[in-house]
Nanobody, 128 residues
Framework: QVQLVESGGGLVQAGGSLRLSCAAS????????MGWFRQAPGKEREFVAR????????DYTESVRGRFTISRDNAKNTVYLEMNSLKPEDTAVYHC?????????????????????WGQGTQVTVSS
C-alpha cells in the first residue's frame, strides 16, 4: 500500500493557475500509473488525468485538455498537476490515486475502481 498526500490547492481567480502535488510514501510508485480525480459539491468524482509509470502514456478528460498538464518525478515519488486558465467549473476537491502494479494494464483508466490508493484531497476554488 502507498500513502498519498496532495498539496497546492487554494483560491484563485478565473484565468489563474495552480500547481498541485501528490507525494507518495510507503513504496515507490515509479512503475505505477497515477491519476488525478476531482469531486465538485453535489457531483460524482470524475477523472481528470493519468500518467503511466514510464510517462509515455498520458490521458486527460476533454474539459481540461490543453489547460492542465500532468507530470511526474519518479526520483521524488511525486506527481504533479499544472492547471492553467482555470474556470469556476474547475472548483472541486482534487484527489490523486495510484494503481497497484500487480494489477497490470487496463483498457480504461478513467474509472475510480481501477485505482487502489487515494489521497485525502486538496481543495481548489476558482472565483469568477
Amino acid at each position: 500500500q502507498v500513502q498519498l498526500v496532495e498539496s497546492g490547492g487554494g483560491l484563485v481567480q478565473a484565468g489563474g493557475s495552480l500547481r498541485l502535488s501528490c507525494a507518495a510514501s510507503g513504496r515507490t510508485v515509479s512503475i505505477t500509473t497515477m491519476g488525478w480525480f476531482r469531486q465538485a459539491p453535489g457531483k460524482e468524482r470524475e477523472f481528470v488525468a493519468r500518467i503511466s509509470g514510464s510517462r509515455r502514456t498520458i490521458d486527460y478528460t476533454e474539459s481540461v485538455r490543453g489547460r492542465f498538464t500532468i507530470s511526474r518525478d519518479n526520483a521524488k515519488n511525486t506527481v504533479y498537476l499544472e492547471m492553467n486558465s482555470l474556470k469556476p467549473e474547475d472548483t472541486a476537491v482534487y484527489h490523486c490515486a495510484a494503481r497497484e502494479p500487480r494489477r497490470g494494464p487496463t483498457n480504461d483508466y478513467t474509472k475510480e475502481g481501477q485505482y487502489d490508493d487515494w489521497g485525502q484531497g486538496t481543495q481548489v476554488t476558482v472565483s469568477s
